[in-house]
């Protein structure tokens, strides 16, 4: 898929750069003729169909972060790659590489990205970052700079739907270098990154449930007892990473184990991608905090968490590939559509044996909800159920879908379905044949779920957000497992879930298959659906299918 978009955009690079030369917007230099257009575009369209008036002009001393991506080499190549390695019948089959070795077959090469770098280094622009597989060079530099370097203008506009202005270039940005470049993440914020969590009306966080938590909610070890049920696997010797947008207060993890009488052996280690602050005292962290404790809670034994924090998806996607330190991760967030520049990554983790999970949003839809990055279909996106357990700390009992899980057919009409999943559509769960399907499994989402975050706990909680992180925690547990029986990481699971599935028996024993109950256009039925995908995860025998 990218292979094509990247051929589409270099044909079509001379026209860019001939419209942009003849633009001419009061306060914006002319484009140079020479100047070289980049692989993909970066003006929302609200802007480029004058939707959206101008409201002013950002001070020109103001810094702009930005993630400069240049595009990856042999992408046929990779996607024929990454076919043997997750075909248990080829010789390649779990044989992943390394970042150096993706790096030298797949990546910049040395030369084009050290151009770049000096490039922009000379521009009057600093680099504050390079990156172990030359995909991404990290830049900030004062406004009037960046619109001298990219041959824009930098407006603020009056956005259509939300009470705020935001930042956008007038027109596609040009460069005075001659090596491609895929794509800029930082012109602009038309949108913002939001996290995935859910609080409960006031009416609803009281209810009783069967949960260990106040008034019967649901915590981290109540999800472990529920999906793994068993105590020999801890995710000891795993690492563990989850993306977050913004930073989070320790403290409010120290608080929530010891309100939940559990001790809290796993290191919490944050990595700042960009220069974004870790960690905070007065904020609001309840996304960061309950991804840290729900994944903990579910792998009490990890080796350690990785908190990846960055103002940009782009630039900890980067970071958690380039480091590889975590082979299970995971992100409860929603951004900016930014196919070109994150779907190479995506492929990237799942070659180098990472697994990357996404909660599917909330909402009840993928457009009320993101839909990114859900929609891409080199990810795993988890939507949600609602459990019930025998009881606080009890075994599990039944599921249904959860009403607010999104999910449907992907938006894009140029992602298409993936072969493995094709032999689940059916008119009853009302799937594409065509295009992509969302979700792919699901975990327990309802609003009766107990955190700590904010500086204080609280109940009625809950979203996709909780999903994520607990599949993630789960499949520590089944990395641990494959490296004590000398086997690899389990890697991008999509293609082995679902051809475990395709044969009745096995889907039967590795799945609680989550019928009943309707998230919008959507209903859990028997089997794939659109409300909790494949289902949500049965335990050891799960565990044994993936570590085998």
Known sequence: MLGNCVKRA?????????????????????????????????????????????????????????????????????????????????????HYLSVAEFTKRFGPTQSDYSRAADFFGSSGLHVTALSANRYMIEVEGRVADVERVFHVKLNLYKHPTEQRSFMAPDREPTLDLAVPVLHVTGLDNFVLPAPRMVRAGKQDINQSG???GPDGNFIGSDMRAAYYGGTALTGAGQSLGLMELEGWNPADITLYFSKVNQPLNVPVNGISTDGTNITCTKCDDGEQALDIEYAIS?????????????????????????????????????????????????????????????????????????????????????????????????????????????????????????????????????????????????????????????????????????ASPMWTGFLALANEEAADNGKPPIGFINPTLYEMSVKKKTYKSIFHDVIGGKSGLYTAVKGYDLVTGLGSEDGQAMIDALAQ
């Open 10 to 94: 270099r044909a079509a690079r001379r026209l860019v750069v001939a419209s942009a030369a003849v633009m001419f917007l009061a306060g914006a230099a002319a484009v140079p003729a020479n100047a070289e257009a980049l692989l993909s575009t970066h003006v929302p369209d609200v802007v480029a169909l004058h939707e959206a008036p101008i409201a002013g002009n950002p001070d020109s001393n103001s810094l702009v972060r930005l993630d400069v991506a240049l595009p990856m080499r042999n992408m046929d190549a990779l996607h024929t790659l990454l076919e043997a390695i997750y075909d248990p019948t080829d010789p390649a089959y779990h």
């Open 210 to 212: 069967t949960g260990s």
């Open 298 to 466: 579910m792998a009490p034994g990890l080796a350690q968490v990785q908190v990846y924090v960055g103002s940009t998806a782009e630039a900890v996607l980067n970071r958690m590939a380039s480091d590889n330190t975590s082979k299970v991760l995971s992100t409860s967030w929603g951004w900016r559509k930014n196919f070109a520049t994150d779907d190479p990554l995506w492929l990237e983790m799942a070659a180098q044996g990472q697994s990357f999970l996404t909660a599917s949003g909330d909402y009840s839809n993928l457009k009320a909800s993101g839909p990114w990055p859900e929609e891409d279909a080199n990810l795993t996106a988890v939507g949600g159920t609602d459990l019930v357990t025998n009881g606080p700390g009890g075994t599990y009992a039944s599921e249904t879908g959860w009403s607010g899980s999104a999910g449907g057919p992907t938006l894009d009409k140029k992602i298409k379905i993936e072969p493995y999943q094709l032999p689940f559509v059916n008119k009853t769960n009302m799937a594409s044949k065509k295009l992509r399907n969302v979700p792919d499994i699901a975990a327990h989402a309802n609003t009766n779920c107990y955190i700590c975050a904010d500086g204080g706990c609280f109940t009625g909680v809950g979203g996709t957000s909780f």
